[in-house]
């Protein structure tokens, strides 16, 4: 019996090492790859933007980037406990009143946090466009975010365009992603 036991201990360690080897094998790829994706930003290239689809915060549906196809979408990643996504959240919602009759949409994806703290935030800061939720951060991995806040701009063809903003992106910043954004059509 106690070799049994020894037995399947050893067989599940080895395991839990396969998986965490498989994950880190996943990891480094997907890396790669989204380095990949800015370098080419940083190269004047406009990479078809990795597709995703996310359940909403408020837990009614969900939104996929293919279903913005034809709009300028800004994609915030962010989380509630970030200081500067909480400086940059003004200027954010400012951008979707001003832009969202012109075709934009400012999406925010929130990961790395729990649903309440980000309803909390959502509430305490006035927003009012589509936020996500990215709770095991799937999403984060395709575009390679390394921290909070980062956007990223698809423009309406569903290609990115000009370079992702690492930090609280500015309203320079937004104008100039989101005209971007507005012109690329093909």
């Known amino acids: 019996m106690a070799g049994r036991v020894k037995l399947l201990s050893q067989a599940a360690a080895v395991s839990v090492v396969a998986l965490l080897l498989a994950l880190l094998g996943w990891q480094v790829a997907a890396e790669a790859n989204v380095r990949s994706l800015a370098d080419r930003l940083e190269a004047g290239e406009s990479p078809e933007a990795p597709g995703f689809e996310v359940p909403l915060l408020n837990g009614e549906g969900s939104i996929s980037l293919a279903s913005l196809r034809g709009k300028a979408v800004v994609v915030n990643f962010w989380a509630s406990w970030c200081e500067p996504c909480k400086e940059e959240a003004p200027r954010?919602?400012?951008?979707?009143?001003?832009?969202?009759?012109?075709?934009?949409?400012?999406?925010?994806?929130?990961?790395?946090?729990?649903?309440?703290?980000?309803?909390?935030?959502?509430?305490?800061?006035?927003?009012?466009?589509?936020?996500?939720?990215?709770?095991?951060?799937?999403?984060?991995?395709?575009?390679?975010?390394?921290?909070?806040?980062?956007?990223?701009?698809?423009?309406?063809?569903?290609?990115?365009?000009?370079?992702?903003?690492?930090?609280?992106?500015?309203?320079?910043?937004?104008?100039?992603?989101?005209?971007?954004?507005?012109?690329?059509?093909?």
């Open 92 to 186: 954010l919602e400012a951008a979707w009143k001003r832009y969202r009759d012109r075709g934009v949409v400012v999406l925010g994806i929130d990961a790395q946090d729990f649903r309440g703290d980000a309803r909390g935030f959502v509430a305490r800061y006035g927003i009012t466009y589509p936020i996500v939720h990215d709770g095991p951060g799937a999403t984060l991995g395709r575009y390679g975010v390394t921290g909070f806040p980062e956007t990223w701009f698809v423009g309406r063809n569903g290609r990115l365009v000009g370079a992702r903003i690492q930090g609280p992106v500015s309203e320079e910043e937004l104008v100039q992603g989101i005209e971007r954004a507005l012109e690329a059509t093909s």
